[in-house]
């Protein structure tokens, strides 16, 4: 799978170009496809679903012997950022960031690692692992910290996009007293330290789907 964008860094809309009987898996039902390639939307239980735990919609759209291609883009407006995977180094993600995969490409919510996390059960993280093309959807403009050895940055989770597992990272409350959520990391910042890459994104989703929600008079 190739990915291609364009329309950044407002409205950024990602091509994903399949080879013959590749596959591409994305977080939301295409804009438009070549003709010819198929889509399967995942069941609520089982099926492709399972590789990403019980809270991840997910549908998959396989090319044929010709190839194609599919276009995807995120439901609020900003940039499109792929990550390539190089089966070495994995790759922590928003679970709202998520926007498509390669069908090489394994998302997992229910990752060992994040055990002291959420308990066993799915967080606002996902664990993204083999080889491939990651492509992620950023509310707003895509902000990247590359952090050096020893060097530290302080992350509200509604601005997290994804960061590479190379990097060490701490999870604590933000203020004494506020409502906090280890469902979808309301009230909670990220501590990292370097080395590696943090993606993060300059609007906070959250903020905004309560901004629209409060001035709607519902």
């Known amino acids: 799978m190739q990915v291609r964008s ?19 898996r994305t977080g939301c039902e295409a804009m438009a496809t ?3 390639v198929a889509s399967t939307r995942a069941a609520r239980r089982g ?24 276009d995807v ?42 055990q002291p996390l959420f308990g066993g059960r799915p967080g606002f993280l996902a664990h993204a692992t083999g080889q491939g093309q990651l492509v992620l959807a950023c ?7 590359d952090l050096r050895a020893g060097e ?11 960061y590479v597992d190379t990097v060490q990272s701490r999870l604590r409350q933000l203020e004494s007293g506020r409502a906090q959520s280890l469902r979808t990391g309301a009230g909670l910042v990220f501590d990292f330290a370097g080395p590696g890459r943090v993606v993060a ?17 519902h």
């Open 139 to 145: 509310c707003g403009a895509l902000d990247v910290h």
């Open 6 to 24: 364009r329309h950044q860094s407002s409205f950024g809309v990602a091509r994903l170009v399949l080879g013959a009987g590749e596959v591409a």
């Open 73 to 114: 883009a995120p439901t609020l407006p900003g940039d499109v950022h792929t990550i390539e995977l190089d089966g070495n180094n994995a790759w922590c993600i928003a679970r709202e960031s998520w926007l498509a995969a390669a069908g090489t490409v394994r998302l997992d919510t229910r990752w060992q690692g994040f």
């Open 34 to 36: 070549s003709y010819g």
């Open 201 to 217: 994104q300059t609007r906070n989703p959250r903020r905004l789907s309560s901004w629209l929600h409060s001035t709607s008079g």
């Open 47 to 70: 099926g492709i679903r399972a590789l990403v735990g019980d809270s991840m919609p997910e549908s998959a759209y396989s090319a044929g012997p010709q190839g194609g291609w599919v």
């Open 152 to 162: 530290f940055v302080t992350i509200d989770t509604g601005h997290l996009v994804a």
